[in-house]
């Protein structure tokens, strides 16, 4: 990857991160609306701010693996990558922290995808919520980290 290459991805990753605060910040300001539109709307957020997380991890997976199989456990396939190192291509993107809250969140994507009758609870969406402001206030640490570990093995 040269240096244009790698900023280039650098500003795309940083604006996937800034499409995840601001879908995070809605999703918990509809969930102070009343029920059940407020809840509606959040769980909407909170779908969307996954799949933008999805997105970036689907960004640095291409970026270095140049593929991600499109089968039907590409979704999960995409976080367990993120979190493992791979010698001689790319060092880990995700810390093991994350890993757990994210889990919860493509969980959740997945009902949302899925289910034909759902009703929505409160009590589901609020630690959700917290999930997502782990995940947002711990990604662009992450981020920071993980290129400045690949400028490095790239002597950029």
């Known amino acids: 990857m040269d240096p244009v290459e790698l900023a280039t991805l650098e500003s795309e990753v940083r604006d996937d991160l800034r499409v995840m605060r601001e ?5 918990r300001d509809r969930f102070e609306q009343p029920p ?5 709307a959040s769980a909407h957020y909170l779908h969307r701010f996954y799949n933008a997380f999805e ?3 689907l960004r640095l997976a291409k970026a270095f693996e140049n593929r ?12 367990r990558r993120l979190t493992l190192e791979i010698p001689g291509v790319r060092p880990a993107f995700l810390p093991s922290e994350l890993k757990p809250a994210l889990n919860e969140l493509r969980g959740f ?8 009758e759902l009703v929505l ?26 290129f400045a570990r690949v400028r490095g093995e790239l002597g950029v």
């Open 55 to 57: 997105q970036l991890g």
């Open 68 to 79: 991600i199989d499109d089968d039907a456990g590409w979704h999960s396939s995409v976080l």
């Open 23 to 27: 879908t995070l910040a809605t999703a």
């Open 36 to 40: 059940p539109a407020g809840l509606e």
């Open 121 to 146: 609870d409160g009590d589901r969406i609020a630690p959700l919520l917290e999930d997502a402001a782990l995940v947002a206030g711990g990604l662009p640490r992450a981020c920071e980290d993980f």
């Open 109 to 116: 994507r997945h009902v949302m995808v899925h289910a034909y």
